[in-house]
């Protein structure tokens, strides 16, 4: 079999799985669960087996048309692309999708809505894999499109909780503000360069002897860029991914590690030489990389919710590969895109096991109940290997792409043509490292911070002392499902070995070295551990002060629910119990020592969803009210009169109708009489 074949059927089992799934999963419930697992498990094994022969040489291209579009030079075709980035891309999308739908047969395994959930997890993973293979731009947006309705229907899989119906909406109508313009730069960059193919756009771009330049690379690049935003969550357009953390711990795994956020970032990565085309286009990039890397470390340590910890986490580390995108490398974008997705959902998935265990999903209540290690060994080990490779703390995996990042962006600072064929500003250079320094600090912080109180807190309130009805203090739970805890170790294998593979991943990419550099090693590592030293400090110092306070109670669940059941009261209760999702008012927490008078802002996002309600909601709002009046008020008077005239002359009408002969001859004879005088009167006047 050919390995365009192969790489064919990578996608095409996913959705076949998805399929059947849907149509068996009421009729044949024995079949979901395989019907979810060996599809998905299958293309993983296929995706490697194209890797394996591809082997990072020359890409591997094949194509059939499947319509016109009234110009015969730009026809839609089912074409795929397969070079080093796409066919490593697409091993970590069908292995993390994999490990997500093993892990929900013990997550969700008594859960009604299982079958349409595992179907639209598959289905979410074929999109995301033609997205990966796909060399044409109409395709690639069909599963760029797919994806985001999947993404509703997972995210709001809770739907009876009003954190996730809303969540779900605004996940779609975010990513969608985006999409509008991300279309339109579709269409323009094919009607300039004469085709929806991929990589005759960049060869022509790329090639010296073509010739060939962009009219308005500025615009397109621009309206790309904006649809990336919404897809990657950057910022502006992120403050839907922390609010997605209401669907279920695996699909917050799925998404975050290897689809829809990365999406974006592999579609810049593909079509780099449209953005270096522009050097706006890349300063755009930068700020907006620098903007997200800092301002969502910041809210981050503010977080008590643990998921959007880990949320606002992903929008930091997906502002590192759009910072690398910047300083044009996108060998480094997409070495930290794979790194981040085998620690990412590792991080994600012992997170539910986490939930389980503590029976909420805050940070405080965690702290202040004390023994999750104890009951959750396997959550704990794994976790604090893959907060390790987020802090960048070597050797494990997020320190050598991270490191790959900043060594791009001082390479484009201090030498910024690099031999390319488009040169970086030098000040996109210097944006994109200053703020990846200032980010690892900020990001070896938080880590911290969520290891120390999930892990570490004191345990202030013993079982049964000082408990407000209905709260819980750490109950015996029952163990988590064996499957859940064999996923997660089976993550934390490549989360330690992947970046070691720095060395060898310039041949499957562009050939530009990955490895570490001594000045951003040392910058980046000694920022991370002064980070790790101060956190751990104001822990200390904020455990002590709040010793003598009142503790606070975990979220009520079930002791012998299941994990998905724990999770779905945590959400539900957990404005109830603690305020705002976003922060618990607890004394004990560092980062409210640490940001001091910014911890409220940066809790609420820095008050960007406010922003939108005041710029663009509430004047549309407004502007509907208007029209409603308008149509009730003017619009339908006119209609209500025009019908109560009909209704008067009918009534009157209807009043002559007596059915009285004698009435009917008298008025024929006053007429009659009526109109001989009229006449007489005419005849006189003539």
Same mark, same amino acid.
């Given at each position: 079999?050919?390995?365009?074949t192969?790489?064919?059927?990578?996608?095409?089992?996913?959705?076949? +799985?998805?399929?059947?799934?849907?149509?068996?999963?009421?009729?044949?419930?024995?079949?979901?669960?395989?019907?979810?697992?060996?599809?998905?498990?299958?293309?993983?094994?296929?995706?490697?087996?194209?890797?394996?022969?591809?082997?990072?040489?020359?890409?591997?291209? +094949?194509?059939?048309?499947?319509?016109?579009?009234?110009?015969d030079?730009?026809?839609?075709?089912?074409?795929? @692309?397969?070079?080093?980035?796409?066919?490593?891309?697409?091993? =970590?999308?069908?292995?993390? /999708?994999?490990?997500v739908?093993?892990?929900?047969t013990?997550?969700?395994?008594?859960?009604?809505?299982?079958?349409s959930?595992?179907a639209?997890?598959?289905?979410?993973?074929?999109?995301m =894999?033609?997205?990966?293979?796909?060399?044409?731009?109409?395709?690639?947006?069909?599963? *760029?499109?797919?994806?985001?309705?999947?993404?509703?229907?997972l995210?709001?899989h809770? *739907?009876?909780?009003?954190? &996730?119906?809303?969540?779900?909406?605004?996940?779609?109508?975010?990513?969608?503000?985006?999409?509008?313009p991300?279309?339109?730069? #579709?269409?323009?960059?094919?009607?300039?360069?004469?085709?929806?193919?991929?990589?005759?756009?960049?060869?022509?771009?790329?090639?010296?002897?073509?010739?060939?330049?962009?009219?308005?690379?500025?615009? #397109?690049? $621009?309206?790309l860029?904006?649809?990336?935003?919404?897809?990657?969550?950057?910022?502006p357009?992120?403050? *839907?991914?922390?609010?997605?953390?209401?669907?279920?711990?695996?699909?917050?795994a799925?998404?975050?590690? &290897?689809t829809?956020?990365?999406? +974006?970032?592999?579609?810049?990565?593909?079509?780099?030489?449209?953005?270096?085309?522009?050097a706006?286009?890349?300063?755009?990039? &930068?700020?907006?990389? !620098?903007?997200?890397?800092?301002?969502?470390?910041?809210?981050?340590?503010?977080?008590?919710d643990?998921?959007?910890?880990?949320?606002?986490?992903?929008?930091?580390q997906?502002?590192?590969?759009?910072?690398a995108?910047?300083?044009?490398?996108?060998?480094? /974008?997409?070495?930290?895109?794979?790194?981040?997705?085998?620690?990412?959902?590792?991080?994600?998935?012992?997170?539910?096991v986490? #939930?389980?265990?503590?029976?909420?999903?805050?940070?405080?209540?965690?702290?202040?109940?004390?023994?999750?290690?104890r009951?959750?060994?396997?959550a704990?080990?794994?976790?604090?290997?893959?907060?390790?490779?987020?802090?960048?703390?070597?050797?494990?995996?997020?320190?050598?792409?991270?490191?790959?990042?900043?060594?791009?962006?001082?390479?484009?600072? =201090?030498?910024?043509?690099?031999?390319?064929? @488009?040169?970086?500003?030098?000040?996109?250079?210097? %944006?994109?490292?200053?703020?990846?320094?200032?980010? !690892?600090?900020? %990001?070896?912080?938080?880590? &911290?911070?969520?290891?120390?109180?999930?892990?570490?807190?004191?345990?202030?309130?013993?079982?049964?002392?000082? %408990? !407000?009805?209905?709260?819980?203090?750490?109950?015996?739970?029952?163990?988590?499902?064996?499957?859940?805890?064999?996923?997660?170790?089976?993550?934390?294998?490549?989360?330690?070995?992947?970046?070691?593979?720095?060395?060898?991943?310039?041949? *499957?990419?562009?050939?530009?070295?990955?490895?570490?550099t001594?000045?951003?090693?040392?910058?980046?590592?000694?920022l991370?551990?002064?980070?790790?030293?101060?956190?751990?400090?104001?822990?200390? @110092?904020? %455990?002590a002060?709040?010793?003598?306070?009142?503790? $606070?109670?975990?979220?009520?669940?079930?002791?012998?629910?299941?994990?998905a059941?724990?999770?779905?009261?945590?959400?539900?209760?957990?404005?109830?119990?603690y305020?705002?999702?976003?922060?618990?008012?607890?004394?004990?927490?560092?980062?409210?020592?640490? $940001?001091?008078?910014?911890?409220?802002?940066?809790?609420?996002?820095?008050?960007?969803?406010?922003?939108?309600?005041?710029?663009?909601?509430?004047p549309?709002?407004?502007?509907?009210?208007?029209?409603?009046f $308008?149509?009730?008020?003017?619009?339908?008077?006119?209609?209500?009169?025009?019908?109560?005239?009909?209704?008067?002359?009918?009534?009157?009408?209807?009043?002559?109708?007596?059915?009285?002969?004698?009435?009917?001859?008298?008025?024929?004879?006053?007429?009659s009489?009526?109109?001989?005088?009229?006449?007489?009167?005419?005849?006189a006047?003539?």
């Open positions: 079999m050919s390995t365009t192969l790489a064919v059927l990578v996608p095409l089992l996913p959705f076949l +799985g998805a399929l059947a799934g849907l149509l068996l999963g009421r009729r044949a419930p024995a079949y979901v669960r395989p019907l979810a697992v060996l599809p998905t498990l299958t293309s993983a094994a296929l995706a490697a087996a194209v890797a394996v022969r591809q082997g990072g040489e020359g890409a591997l291209t +094949g194509a059939t048309r499947l319509a016109p579009t009234g110009n030079a730009l026809p839609v075709e089912l074409a795929l @692309h397969l070079d080093g980035f796409a066919v490593l891309v697409a091993v =970590l999308v069908a292995a993390v /999708a994999s490990c739908q093993i892990y929900s013990g997550y969700l395994r008594d859960d009604p809505r299982y079958p959930y595992a639209l997890v598959s289905l979410f993973t074929a999109a =894999l033609l997205v990966v293979y796909s060399d044409d731009l109409i395709v690639l947006l069909v599963g *760029w499109e797919v994806m985001g309705i999947c993404s509703y229907f995210v709001g809770y *739907w009876e909780t009003a954190a &996730a119906r809303s969540a779900s909406l605004k996940a779609f109508l975010v990513t969608k503000l985006g999409d509008v991300f279309v339109i730069g #579709i269409l323009a960059l094919a009607s300039e360069a004469g085709t929806f193919r991929i990589s005759t756009i960049v060869t022509r771009l790329t090639s010296p002897l073509s010739g060939f330049e962009l009219e308005h690379p500025t615009v #397109i690049a $621009l309206l860029l904006a649809g990336v935003a919404g897809k990657s969550a950057q910022f357009l992120h403050t *839907w991914l922390p609010d997605a953390m209401a669907g279920p711990t695996p699909v917050s799925l998404i975050h590690a &290897a829809m956020v990365a999406a +974006g970032v592999y579609l810049v990565a593909r079509l780099l030489p449209v953005f270096t085309s522009s706006a286009a890349l300063a755009v990039l &930068a700020a907006m990389a !620098a903007v997200t890397m800092v301002g969502s470390a910041l809210a981050a340590l503010a977080q008590d643990i998921k959007r910890v880990l949320a606002y986490s992903t929008v930091g997906l502002g590192y590969m759009t910072g995108l910047a300083v044009a490398d996108r060998g480094a /974008a997409v070495f930290h895109l794979i790194s981040h997705g085998v620690f990412k959902a590792l991080l994600f998935l012992a997170a539910g986490l #939930i389980h265990a503590a029976g909420t999903n805050s940070l405080a209540a965690m702290s202040r109940t004390g023994g999750l290690a009951r959750a060994p396997d704990y080990w794994t976790m604090t290997v893959g907060l390790l490779a987020l802090a960048a703390v070597p050797p494990f995996a997020g320190f050598f792409s991270k490191e790959a990042v900043l060594a791009a962006a001082e390479h484009a600072a =201090l030498d910024p043509a690099g031999g390319a064929a @488009h040169a970086v500003p030098p000040a996109v250079g210097w %944006t994109v490292l200053l703020a990846g320094l200032l980010a !690892a600090a900020l %990001t070896a912080a938080y880590a &911290a911070r969520l290891w120390l109180l999930a892990f570490h807190g004191r345990g202030f309130a013993d079982p049964g002392e000082n %408990t !407000a009805p209905g709260e819980n203090t750490g109950p015996a739970r029952t163990k988590q499902p064996v499957v859940m805890n064999a996923v997660l170790w089976a993550l934390a294998g490549p989360t330690i070995a992947v970046g070691l593979l720095y060395g060898a991943l310039p041949d *499957w990419f562009d050939g530009r070295s990955l490895a570490p001594l000045t951003t090693s040392v910058l980046g590592t000694g991370a551990a002064a980070g790790i030293v101060v956190m751990y400090a104001a822990w200390r @110092h904020s %455990t002060t709040a010793a003598a306070r009142a503790p $606070l109670g975990a979220v009520a669940a079930h002791p012998e629910a299941e994990p059941v724990s999770e779905a009261e945590a959400i539900a209760t957990h404005r109830a119990a305020g705002d999702i976003a922060a618990a008012d607890d004394p004990a927490d560092p980062g409210r020592l640490l $940001l001091g008078p910014l911890h409220r802002h940066a809790a609420r996002g820095f008050h960007l969803d406010a922003l939108y309600a005041a710029v663009a909601v509430r549309v709002l407004a502007a509907a009210r208007l029209v409603r $308008l149509d009730r008020e003017v619009v339908d008077t006119y209609v209500r009169g025009a019908a109560g005239t009909a209704r008067l002359l009918g009534a009157a009408v209807r009043r002559v109708q007596t059915g009285n002969v004698q009435t009917y001859l008298g008025l024929l004879l006053a007429g009489l009526v109109l001989a005088v009229a006449a007489a009167l005419v005849a006047g003539a």
